[in-house]
């Protein structure tokens, strides 16, 4: 399935309504992940989400350090590459099957805490006299 369907969240809404327009939609949406050229800097989907939210601040902080030295690393050379209007050797694009989303489940559960926090932070107490 592809990698474009799964972010939005409808792979599983295309492949249970209908077989006839899963084979409609998942070649385009494989289509539209391979003109978007982040694979030929070498970056993960992931990699694109951006910083500047405090959920996905909290969500990288909590990667493992390999996994976030390895982003950093992707993103320092793409961003190399892109100053030097190059891309990878096509033997180093990265692959469908490897391009996973290794920060999505960190975002998810942290967005999971903040809705917690904010549900327990406007809570009202009522004492009974």
């Known amino acids: 399935m592809s990698g474009f369907l799964r972010s939005f969240g409808l792979a599983n809404m295309v492949t249970s309504k209908s077989q006839g327009l899963a084979k409609l939609v998942v070649p385009l949406a494989g289509f539209l992940e ?3 050229g982040y ?10 989400i951006a910083e ?55 975002i998810l559960e942290a967005e999971a805490e903040a809705k917690e926090r904010e549900y327990f932070d406007s809570a009202t107490v009522v004492i009974k006299k």
């Open 52 to 106: 500047e939210s405090p959920v996905v601040q909290k969500a990288i902080n909590r990667l493992p350090p390999k996994e976030y030295y390895d982003r950093v690393f992707r993103i320092r050379r793409a961003h190399q590459l892109s100053l030097m209007h190059q891309l990878l050797p096509k033997e180093e694009y990265l692959k469908p099957e490897d391009d996973i989303r290794y920060l999505t489940p960190y």
């Open 34 to 36: 391979e003109i978007n």
């Open 39 to 48: 694979r030929k800097l070498g970056l993960r989907y992931d990699d694109l």
